[in-house]
């Protein structure tokens, strides 16, 4: 039986000098692209790897950079929304990180949030992935209560820190079962 590693003192990435992976989602709260450059900066980051994982797609080929080369999974849908997605992506973050003093890289990754963005985190030796919380609303929730959380998957699956950005709380005395 093969043994998966483990996380452990001699699999550390350096914060410094080492990039981060960053989860991102049309649409999303800024707030996840810049507390990524704030940290960033804090620790001397080189760069930021955004990354929007389509999950309606499949991956073709893992490359070396932690890019892919991607096909849809429904073969007769239109190939080209996701080149829509990916310049919506972009414009949204050039806003966002206007002044953020820190290179980022946009990459398109496709399949499983949590195995893309590590793949990713491998290629380009990154020392933290950062990623949102679930959006607000029920249909996320019902969502993250049958597939589960992106963030828990990563801390669970990879020896990689997970940074996660809330971008809604909810009152604890408001707690109750997931899909209310």
Same mark, same amino acid.
Request: proline letters at 8%; glycine letters at 6%; aromatic letters at 6%.
């Given at each position: 039986? +093969?043994?998966?590693?483990?996380?452990?003192?001699?699999?550390?990435?350096?914060?410094?000098?080492?990039?981060?992976? %960053?989860?991102? %989602?049309?649409?999303?709260?800024?707030?996840?692209?810049?507390?990524?450059?704030?940290?960033?900066?804090? !620790?001397?980051?080189? *760069?930021?790897?955004? *990354?929007? !994982?389509?999950?309606?797609?499949?991956?073709?080929?893992?490359?070396?950079?932690?890019?892919?080369?991607?096909?849809?999974?429904?073969?007769?849908?239109?190939?080209?929304?996701?080149?829509?997605?990916?310049?919506?992506?972009?414009?949204?973050?050039?806003? *966002? &990180?206007?002044?953020?003093?820190?290179?980022?890289? &946009? %990459?398109?990754?496709? /399949?499983?949030?949590? +195995?893309?963005?590590?793949?990713?985190?491998?290629?380009?030796?990154?020392?933290?992935? %950062?990623?949102?919380?679930?959006?607000? /609303?029920?249909?996320?929730?019902?969502?993250?209560?049958?597939?589960?959380?992106?963030?828990?998957?990563?801390?669970?699956?990879?020896?990689?820190?997970?940074?996660?950005?809330?971008?809604?709380?909810?009152?604890?005395?408001?707690?109750?079962?997931?899909?209310?």
């Amino acid at each position: 039986m +093969r043994q998966v590693p483990q996380p452990a003192v001699s699999r550390m990435v350096d914060m410094a000098g080492h990039p981060a992976v %960053v989860g991102v %989602v049309p649409g999303q709260p800024d707030l996840v692209a810049l507390t990524a450059a704030s940290w960033a900066r804090a !620790v001397g980051a080189p *760069a930021l790897y955004l *990354a929007y !994982v389509d999950t309606s797609r499949y991956v073709v080929e893992e490359l070396d950079d932690g890019s892919v080369r991607h096909a849809p999974i429904d073969p007769d849908t239109a190939d080209d929304r996701w080149r829509e997605i990916h310049a919506e992506l972009r414009e949204q973050l050039t806003a *966002a &990180l206007a002044d953020a003093e820190v290179p980022w890289h &946009l %990459v398109y990754l496709a /399949g499983r949030p949590d +195995r893309a963005l590590t793949h990713l985190a491998r290629a380009v030796d990154a020392a933290v992935i %950062v990623v949102g919380t679930r959006a607000p /609303g029920s249909t996320a929730r019902m969502r993250e209560f049958l597939e589960g959380s992106v963030a828990v998957h990563l801390a669970h699956h990879q020896h990689r820190p997970v940074l996660t950005v809330p971008l809604s709380v909810v009152d604890w005395k408001d707690l109750g079962a997931p899909w209310r």
